[in-house]
């Protein structure tokens, strides 16, 4: 009686917006490091596609098989002792990924943290979720179902946004002065097609810095002709593959081809070849009505001093300002070694095929230690889960309902557990909603693993060649803005009119808007704003979009064990992302972008196919009348 009062006591010593915003700002920021962050932060330490998409979908896992244990969270202790462990968990974990990101293991090593992570993070949520329902009344629920939701979706934007610009920051802040040269387009200049001598020199100096040759390049506005432009660009490739300044990405199936499975050497290898001889990108030369192309010439890049032993020094170059008829159009991303420092990188430069007037512009080259950028930013991040496991371990109230169910037996836990499962697998429609379940996603499944690689990667291979800080506030910032805002008009628009009235223009709103990707990928446009636009369009459609999704769960879950079965159907929609995003970056590998978001185009019509089959009452999601 003692410890009930003190428990009692203890519950209304805090208000509940001294935790609830925390708790559910807590409960995003793991998730999304382990589906977006992790993602960029691996391409930029130079990992395949094909390696982020297969690798990064097992971080799914476990959410797709959270109600497995979910009752055994009611078994264990106390729900508030599973919320504040987890938190201490997941700062280990995120420490544990800033320690490992160093070593030369970093891939292996930070994905077996990150899963544990993972697994945490699906541990807090049913921990959180049970113990919002225990510590509130049902009006208190009602009144903060919007409070936590919001928090929540500060989360996604501090994880996808403030914390990729951090990065990025950390990225230039631990770099050499910025590489600078400019290139002329001139009239009255000829130049001939003269491949550069490879011994470039440099003045001796104590300083490491970037040298380029020449600094103020001048080119004629005269057209050449394909042919010439493909021997510019062939010597600068073989040249740069040849002294290991690109890094040629190999994914974890090359690297073991030597040890082919019958499946890699009968299915995936066959099919792969298929794919990419009948349904690969051509990228073309955009050339004139004579069949010439732009004038381009190579500007050369040398390090000053020897780096460090076991040092890479990443050069990042990008149009800085000026003329955009000028552009880079290969070379964006060199990577010096203690090995190739003593030899010229180059850069390949081209005028539009249609100036012909005498512009200039500026390009920029910024490098940065990104391992150790990374490193700091998921220290930040530890720190930051150190201090929420310290907070919530005194804020969190002790409500007297929050117990383990001690005094039930195993057996009868794993009775109800089965008759749980049971009972959800003999619903009316099971398997049409298990269909929808997995299907709904298909596209955005796949697209939201080569999304933050396609804004990332090269102009030269397909992508838009943004910064990683310019990817955290298009993707992390206005996207999930947009992504927001698309949800609350999503609710409000189902609260009038009801799911069954709503469920077709969701289901467009959710695929159409990939043609904004389409078209990035299509006419590759310079303007940030347009491509925050387009950004925007994509994701606030699939914030419309997905509320038709959760309504359904819940549809469908009610009733019986509704709890239970709705953490079911999360397991579905889990497993609906998981699957298709293990091969996005396969296929993107074999056939580019443009024709990969061909291909997320299509997948609508498996979405939008199962939606005339769907049995939903007219009356579910109206708002009731008082």
Same mark, same amino acid.
């Given at each position: 009686m003692l410890i009930e009062m003190e428990n009692t006591k203890n519950s209304k010593k805090f208000s509940p917006w001294a935790w609830i915003p925390t708790l559910y700002f807590a409960e995003g920021i793991p998730y999304v490091v382990a589906m977006t962050v992790a993602v960029i932060m691996y391409k930029r330490l130079g990992i395949s596609n094909t390696d982020i998409a297969l690798y990064t979908s097992w971080l799914y896992l476990p959410w797709v098989i959270k109600p497995f244990w979910s009752p055994f969270v009611d078994l264990i202790k106390t729900k508030r002792w599973w919320i504040v462990t987890m938190q201490l968990l997941i700062g280990a974990g995120l420490a544990?990924?800033?320690?490992? %990101?160093?070593?030369?293991?970093?891939?292996? *090593?930070? $994905?077996?943290?990150?899963?544990?992570?993972?697994?945490?993070?699906?541990?807090?949520?049913?921990? *959180?979720?049970?113990?919002?329902?225990?510590?509130?009344?049902?009006?208190?629920?009602?009144?903060?179902?919007?409070?936590?939701?919001?928090?929540?979706?500060?989360a996604m934007i501090t994880g996808q946004g403030i914390l990729i610009i951090i990065a990025g920051g950390l990225e230039s802040w631990t770099g050499m002065e910025p590489l600078q040269f400019t290139v002329q387009s001139s009239n009255s200049i000829q130049n001939e097609?003269?491949?550069?001598?490879?011994?470039?020199?440099?003045?001796?100096?104590?300083?490491?810095?970037?040298?380029?040759?020449?600094?103020?390049?001048?080119?004629?506005?005269n057209n050449i002709s394909p042919d010439s432009l493909s021997k510019i660009k062939t010597f600068a490739s073989e040249q740069n593959q040849k002294n290991g300044f690109i890094q040629l990405e190999k994914s974890a199936a090359e690297i073991k081809k030597e040890e082919e499975s019958w499946w890699t050497s009968r299915i995936s290898a066959p099919l792969g070849h298929f794919? !990419?001889?009948?349904?690969?990108? #051509?990228?073309?030369?955009?050339?004139?009505?004579?069949?010439?192309?732009?004038?381009?010439? $190579?500007?050369?890049?040398? $390090?000053?001093?020897?780096?460090? #032993?076991?040092? @890479?020094?990443?050069?990042?170059?990008?149009? *800085?300002?000026?003329?955009?008829? %000028?552009?880079?159009?290969?070379?964006?991303?060199?990577?010096?070694?203690?090995? @190739?420092?003593?030899?010229?990188?180059?850069?390949?430069?081209?005028?539009?095929? !249609?100036? !012909?007037?005498?512009?200039?512009?500026?390009?920029?080259?910024?490098?940065? @230690? %990104? !391992?150790?950028?990374?490193?700091?930013?998921?220290?930040?991040?530890?720190?930051?889960?150190?201090? %929420?496991?310290?907070?919530?371990?005194?804020?969190?109230?002790?409500?007297?309902?929050?117990?383990?169910?001690?005094? @039930?037996?195993? #057996?009868?836990?794993? #009775?109800?557990?089965?008759?749980?499962?049971?009972?959800?697998f003999k619903k009316p429609g099971v398997g049409l909603a298990i269909t929808f379940l997995l299907l709904y996603r298909l596209g955005e499944a796949m697209l939201v693993k080569m999304a933050s690689p396609f804004l990332l990667d090269a102009r030269e291979v397909g992508g838009l060649g943004l910064t990683t800080g310019q990817v955290g506030l298009v993707y992390g910032t206005i996207g999930i803005l947009s992504l927001t805002l698309g949800g609350i008009v999503g609710g409000i628009a189902a609260s009038r009119k009801g799911l069954k009235f709503w469920i077709w223009p969701m289901a467009l709103s959710i695929t159409l808007p990939h043609l904004a990707y389409l078209y990035l990928s299509w006419f590759m446009p310079e303007n940030f704003i347009l491509i925050n636009i387009a950004v925007a369009i994509e994701q606030f459609g699939y914030g419309f979009g997905f509320t038709a999704y959760m309504l359904y769960m819940i549809y469908f879950a009610d009733g019986e064990h509704k709890t239970a079965h709705f953490a079911i159907c999360t397991g579905f929609m889990a497993l609906g992302m998981m699957l298709p995003g293990m091969m996005a970056g396969w296929l993107q590998d074999l056939i580019g972008y443009n024709h990969f978001f061909i291909w997320v185009l299509i997948c609508a019509i498996p979405t939008l196919a199962v939606i005339p089959f769907l049995k939903i009452n007219k009356e579910f999601g109206l708002k009731k009348k008082e």
């Open positions: 544990g990924v800033a320690f490992l %990101i160093p070593m030369p293991f970093f891939f292996q *090593a930070t $994905l077996a943290v990150l899963w544990l992570i993972a697994f945490s993070s699906a541990t807090h949520d049913i921990a *959180a979720d049970g113990f919002y329902m225990l510590a509130l009344d049902s009006s208190q629920q009602s009144f903060f179902v919007g409070i936590r939701s919001t928090f929540y979706r500060l097609l003269v491949m550069p001598n490879k011994d470039v020199t440099v003045p001796a100096t104590d300083e490491m810095t970037f040298v380029a040759f020449p600094s103020a390049l001048v080119l004629n506005t794919i !990419k001889t009948n349904f690969a990108e #051509k990228r073309d030369e955009v050339s004139g009505s004579d069949g010439k192309v732009g004038n381009a010439g $190579l500007v050369a890049v040398r $390090l000053t001093k020897k780096p460090d #032993k076991d040092q @890479n020094v990443v050069l990042n170059s990008s149009f *800085a300002k000026g003329d955009k008829s %000028i552009s880079l159009l290969a070379g964006e991303r060199i990577v010096f070694t203690p090995d @190739n420092w003593d030899k010229p990188a180059y850069l390949v430069v081209e005028l539009d095929y !249609k100036l !012909k007037d005498e512009v200039k512009s500026e390009f920029k080259g910024i490098s940065g @230690n %990104i !391992k150790l950028a990374w490193s700091i930013t998921f220290f930040i991040l530890a720190g930051f889960f150190t201090l %929420i496991f310290v907070y919530h371990r005194f804020v969190l109230p002790r409500p007297v309902s929050d117990h383990s169910t001690e005094t @039930n037996s195993a #057996k009868d836990i794993f #009775k109800e557990f089965g008759r749980t499962f049971a009972t959800f």
